[in-house]
């Protein structure tokens, strides 16, 4: 069995829920940027260390360095862009929410303008129908009126 909620609070509660792993998505991609960047100092300790082990990196020494070069030029590259995609998604996530703030109070508004306008009317009939009948006025004149 569902229960009816309100399609605003469902809007509201999507938008703070967006907000919110938007920047857990921006910590673990700002995490594993510092993770690459820490193998990234010591992966070219590895790479001289490993060079006397591997007759293949000891030979060819400046081809790996330039390629391992690379290949942290093309992951800086690649985490750079999904940071700014993150922030991206942040930044919508942010001003979704806002608008959704702005509609609901609006609507709050436009609700509190419509209760106020009932109460008004209601006691503008309860003021007519506990009014004395001689100040009544009556939709129409007779020459009989007193």
Known sequence: MTTATD???DLRH??????KASRWLIVKTSALGVLAALCGVLGQGWLEDASPLFPIISQNYGAWQAGYLLSL???????????LQKLSLLQNSKQGRAMQQRIDQHNERIA?????AKQRRELEQKEKETAPSFFKTSPRS???DY
């Open 73 to 83: 030029l093309v992951i800086f590259l690649l985490w750079a862009a999904a940071m």
């Open 14 to 19: 999507f938008w703070n829920q967006r907000v």
């Open 112 to 116: 509190q303008q419509k209760l106020e």
């Open 142 to 144: 007779s020459k009989f």
């Open 7 to 9: 399609p605003h609070e």
